[in-house]
């Protein structure tokens, strides 16, 4: 679907699409629940993408993104100071106290589910368990925004300010990784609009009922922002070596409220 820039609106899907994405995302969902089964101390994150690869295909859906502009699997897994877009590779073997976030999308049926999930290996360091878990109020504070009438901005403000009170909520500094963001959603993974995680209030097009955004958050503990991209040119990576959390649900606005497509049971 195109973005209509004309009428500022984000484009809206139908309650029988906005059932086809669920069924998508639910896909997802068990997808990320038995990855974080498989997660344990000497895996590595290539089996990880196995695992989740089994899971959609068993599912009827594909991986949706392996082969997407080159990506050459099914999960993007990410090891503590890798922030997002990780490569799985054998490796990159698991240990105790290591923080994964993987991110994963299945399309079934056309439509695309999209969701990301941080977690530890064992026991995070009390300073990486309290950036994960604060990391996770951002993303349900920040998308309760996610309503028909709102502007795209006010998404992006509602996770800017989550962020400012999740450092007085759980004790941490926490830095907002720039030139990253959520995006609109639908038969393709990635449609317009991008949703910065930060931002004025009440700017950017309107959100209407049936209007769909995968909202994440990509939080640094220690407010350093600084980050770079390796040379297999999609690896992101704090510079100083800090970890980082990403936490992910495709959500869409409607009349009763947002109602987020990718459930897991922890939701």
Known sequence: MVFNA?????????????????????VVGVALQEVRKAALPGRTTADL?????DVIRSH??????????GFPASICASV???????????KVILKEGDL?????????????????WSFGIGELADDVDKLNRATE????????????????????????????????????ELGILDGYGGHGIGRSMHEKPFLANEGKPHRGPEIQDGSVLAIEPMLILGGEVDSDVLDDDWTVVTLDGSPAAHWE???????????ILTPRSDC
């Open 6 to 26: 004309r009428k500022r609106r984000i484009p809206a899907k139908s309650p029988a699409d906005l059932d086809a994405m669920e069924a998508a995302g639910r």
């Open 49 to 53: 993408d196995r695992v989740a690869e």
């Open 60 to 69: 009827g859906a594909v991986p949706t993104f392996l082969g997407y502009q």
């Open 80 to 90: 503590n100071d890798v922030v997002v877009h990780g490569i799985p590779s054998n």
């Open 100 to 116: 994964v976030s993987v991110d994963c999308g299945a399309t079934l049926d056309g439509w695309v589910g999209d969701s990301a």
């Open 137 to 172: 109020w951002v993303l349900h504070e920040g998308l309760k925004a996610m309503v028909p009438g709102n502007r795209l901005t006010d998404v992006s403000h509602a996770l800017e300010a989550a962020t400012r009170a999740a450092e007085q909520r759980f004790g941490v």
């Open 249 to 259: 649900h495709t959500v869409a606005a409607t009349a009763q409220g947002p109602r």
